[in-house]
């Protein structure tokens, strides 16, 4: 059976919202990892929230969830469902967080995870084959 080929468009748009996402969360990863605790809270309030244990733990999984949106770099076939499972992730992630932004009242962040999570949600129903 011969499988189509997606036109170029869609390859461009979806290679695309990868690396916005890759990027974004990979610096917002990077960022929960390096930053010290005062600077943390300025940057990321639901941090004062948290466990500093936890904040790291949500650097790494964003880390490794951005490197997961890039992997069909290496081989397309073999890890297009990887990039899947980490898009889900974020959508999940950022929905999670556009409601607990919309909890503590800043209407900007939540409006940035909103469309972080759009931006997952079209990559995940972009790559269906």
């Known amino acids: 059976m011969l499988r189509r080929q997606h036109p170029i ?25 390096t930053e010290p605790a005062s600077n943390l809270y300025v940057l990321i309030p639901w941090s004062v929230f948290a466990n500093r244990s936890l904040v ?15 992997a069909p770099l290496l081989s397309q076939k ?16 950022a929905a999670c967080f556009a409601a607990i932004h919309t ?9 940035v ?5 759009g931006f997952a949600a079209t990559a995940v129903l972009m790559s269906r084959d």
């Open 9 to 33: 468009w869609k390859r461009a748009v979806l290679w695309t919202l990868q690396g916005w996402l890759a990027m974004f969360y990979a610096a917002a990863g990077f960022a929960k990892l």
């Open 56 to 70: 790291s733990i949500a650097g790494w999984l964003e880390i490794l969830c951005s490197a997961g949106l890039l």
């Open 78 to 93: 073999a890890f297009t469902p990887l990039m899947r499972l980490c898009a889900m992730a974020i959508f999940i992630w």
């Open 103 to 111: 909890w503590l009242l800043q209407p900007g962040p939540t409006a």
């Open 113 to 117: 995870n909103l469309v972080l999570a």
